[in-house]
Nanobody, 122 residues
Framework: QIQLVESGGGLVQTGGSLRLSCAAI????????LAWFRQAPGKEREFIGT???????QYADSVKGRFTIFKDSAKNIMYLQMNSLKPEDTAVYYC????????????????WGQGTQVTVAS
């Protein structure tokens, strides 16, 4: 069993940056694949990016070049660095853990954090 706790959300101006954190409690990330998703009001949960157990990454086209996923294994924390934020990035952001090769669909993942709100003001 692993518990995921997100933090770092907030209000930011267009063009600004935020770094979200996802801390693992109960067991280390080790061989889990990890991911970030987001969900805006009235929309389906959207894939942002995934990080395999061996630190390979894959990103959605909408965030490629602006967002970066990485982890600090010693601290057992995964991060989502978000730069050049746009109003359309406004959503609740979720981290997830699942199979070691990660994935791009929410059904792939077993464990989820509670979500953190990111609001980008125009």
């Amino acid at each position: 069993q692993i518990q995921l706790v997100e933090s770092g959300g907030g209000l930011v101006q267009t063009g600004g940056s935020l770094r979200l954190s996802c801390a693992a409690i109960g067991r280390p990330f080790d061989y889990f694949g990890l991911a970030w998703f987001r969900q805006a009001p009235g929309k389906e949960r959207e894939f942002i990016g995934t990080l395999t157990w061996s630190d390979n990454t894959q990103y959605a086209d909408s965030v490629k070049g602006r967002f970066t996923i990485f982890k600090d294994s010693a601290k057992n924390i995964m991060y989502l660095q978000m730069n050049s934020l746009k109003p359309e990035d406004t959503a609740v952001y979720y981290c997830a853990a699942g199979p070691s090769l990660g994935g791009t669909t929410w059904e792939t993942f077993y464990y989820w954090g509670q979500g953190t709100q990111v609001t980008v003001a125009s």
